[in-house]
């Protein structure tokens, strides 16, 4: 029998399944071609992919505009495609999570097609409305891809809520039938074999409209409990709640080791920071590290043996991490490295997202280059508010989407042997020296090393387990922490500066065995060279605890 809890022991790799390799040249990734890298992914390690959104979409926000649960779109294949992926993958001992978008759906969808024809249609209280007047919102709320959240449909006379584009109605979890509706299709998809979900957005579900509380309305975890009963608990399945609203006090009720909500919680607390107090996230801010390290440590001790978290630096809605929290020039190479190290040395699942194990890096495009609705919306804003274009250039440079979002890098050879069409959006064109091709012939590439760190977690036990302390918490260059289960104990230390930074505590670890490091041999002399790291274990009673 395998555990319950796998998951806790395993890596999950994310997919944003148009940007990672197109197999019939129309410039879209797409099913085939995940298929066609199975095998790239069972030699880096990981036990699971979680796949973006690729049911039928209008893609107004690229798939996370749903309208229609059980088919995938075409851009993307067939079901048959994705019954493919499903056994393909599982044969390589890889599970597959669905991207489950619950939310809201696309207008497009047929529930929204009916709701909108009039107040007593079918499905009008699929979705949120409220009365109004033509060109009076019911409130302020606003849509987080800018202007309101509400929109007017003349023939019901009301407005309709979306939280995100206009596109994304919100949908009415209040409605039995709505949970019930959506319990079933989650059923349909888990007898087809997926291993799990993430389910986005998922804590503003709860929603009180009228009292303008959006995230973790009373109501959230009633209905994750109720949706466990029906479809999550008693299986193997992997849920993981995105929640950038999450607390480490509503982070134990997400993932109660119970069962009774979720597996896990994936969290933003440590993503949010480089940017001015109470602004955006385009008003940008360098990042205060001391924070940044207290942010991650207090998640570490506060989940430990009650929750569990989801570790990761990328995903597809922030930049590359080596270029947001190192260095992408000289240093990419180790500094990719050592966040790895530094990420995947904590308690709880990590999360590798496409390109992220060849140190890809953020882009600089042309404006009409940019495909992101995010960010094409807060240009246009921000452009008649006034702000100077090298300014909104700027944000976007550092904290566009879209960042994430460029191809895949295979290849040095014309875009990046992502495709042989023309890519729905440009190729990064450091593709020539940063691509897979080049890393799997390499011994000591980016992706060997995040191999190897993969393979850390399935041998020591104390990477799953261990309690978490935070070393030098004030220290401005160096992230080190200890791991102890038990008498075992291991070392983290991680410079994140272009300098050479003291690390004392390694004195007394020059016995210990080196498990893993980012320069041709381990640190020496209590010194951690710019963007060092290493992961060091000994037994207790040599650390003289
Ligand atoms: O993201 C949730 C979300 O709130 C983001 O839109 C976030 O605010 C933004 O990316 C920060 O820049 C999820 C998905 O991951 C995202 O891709 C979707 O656009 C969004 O939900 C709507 O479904
Ligand atoms: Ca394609």
Redesign the pocket.
């Known amino acids: 029998m395998e555990s319950k809890a796998w998951w806790k022991k395993a890596v999950i790799y994310q997919i944003y399944p148009r940007s990672f390799y197109d197999s019939n040249g129309d410039g879209i990734g797409d099913l085939q071609g995940i298929v066609k890298k199975l095998d790239y992914l069972k030699e880096l390690g990981v036990d699971a992919v979680w796949l ?1 959104p690729v049911y039928r979409s209008p893609q107004d ?2 798939g ?2 749903i309208s229609d649960y059980r088919d995938i779109d075409p851009i993307f294949g067939t079901l048959q495609d994705m019954d493919e992926l499903i056994f393909e993958a599982k044969k390589r001992g890889i599970r597959i999570i669905m ?1 489950l ?1 619950l ?2 759906t696309s207008d497009e969808h047929p529930w929204f097609q009916e709701a909108k024809k009039g107040r007593n249609h079918p499905y009008h209280d699929y979705y949120v409305w409220r009365d109004g007047k033509e060109g009076v919102c019911p409130n302020s709320l606003k849509s ?2 800018g202007g309101s959240a509400w929109e007017w449909v003349p023939e019901c006379g009301q407005y309709y809520l979306h ?2 584009s206009a596109k ?1 109605p919100d949908l009415n979890w209040e409605n039995p039938k709505v949970r019930q509706e959506i319990y079933r299709m989650i059923q349909w998809w888990v007898n087809r074999g997926v291993g799990g979900f993430r389910l ?2 998922i804590d ?1 579900i709860g929603k009180e409209t009228d009292a303008m509380v959006m995230a973790e309305g009373k109501m959230l975890h009633p209905y994750l409990k109720e949706m466990s009963r029906e479809v999550f608990r008693d299986s193997t399945l992997v849920t993981v709640g ?1 929640a ?1 609203s999450a607390t480490p006090e509503t982070a134990l009720l997400y993932s109660n080791p119970d069962g009774s909500e979720l597996s896990m919680v994936f969290q933003f607390e440590h993503m949010v920071l480089d940017q001015q107090k109470g602004k955006e ?1 385009w008003d940008l801010a360098p990042l205060p590290f001391v924070e940044f390290k207290r942010t991650l440590a207090k998640w570490q001790e506060a989940l430990y043996k009650k929750g569990w978290n989801s570790l990761f630096f990328e ?4 930049p590359r991490s080596v270029s947001r929290f190192g260095d992408d020039g000289e240093y990419r190479e180790v500094c990719a490295k050592m966040l790895a190290t530094c990420l995947h040395g904590m308690q709880g699942t990590p999360y590798i997202y496409q390109g992220q194990e060849l140190g890809m890096t953020n882009v600089r495009l042309d404006i009409s280059d940019y495909r992101d ?2 960010l094409l919306n807060m240009y246009r804003e921000r452009m008649a508010a006034g702000y100077s274009r090298e300014e909104i250039m700027e944000s976007i440079y550092a ?1 566009g ?1 879209d960042n994430a979002r460029t191809p895949m890098q295979w290849t040095g050879e014309k875009n990046a042997g992502f495709t042989t069409g023309t890519p729905w959006i440009k190729v990064n064109p450091n593709c020539r020296q940063i691509n897979a091709a080049e890393a799997l012939a390499r011994e000591d590439s980016i992706y060997h090393y995040y191999q190897k760190l993969i393979r850390l977690r399935k041998t020591e036990d104390v990477l799953a387990e261990g309690k978490f302390e935070l070393l030098m918490p004030e220290d401005e260059a160096v992230f080190a922490y200890t791991r102890t289960e038990g008498s075992t104990c291991l070392l983290v230390a991680c410079n994140f500066t272009a300098q050479e930074a003291a690390c004392p505590v390694l004195k007394a670890w020059e016995q210990a065995k080196a498990l893993i490091y980012n320069y041709d041999g381990r640190p020496e002399h209590g010194k951690l060279r710019p963007y060092e790291a290493v992961i060091l274990k000994k037994a207790e009673r040599e650390t003289g605890l």
């Open positions: 973006s926000d690229n996370y505009d991207d978008v939310n809201h987080t891809f939280q995100f994304q986005d957005v503003l995105e950038w996230k995903n597809h809605d922030v609705i995010e904290k989407r």
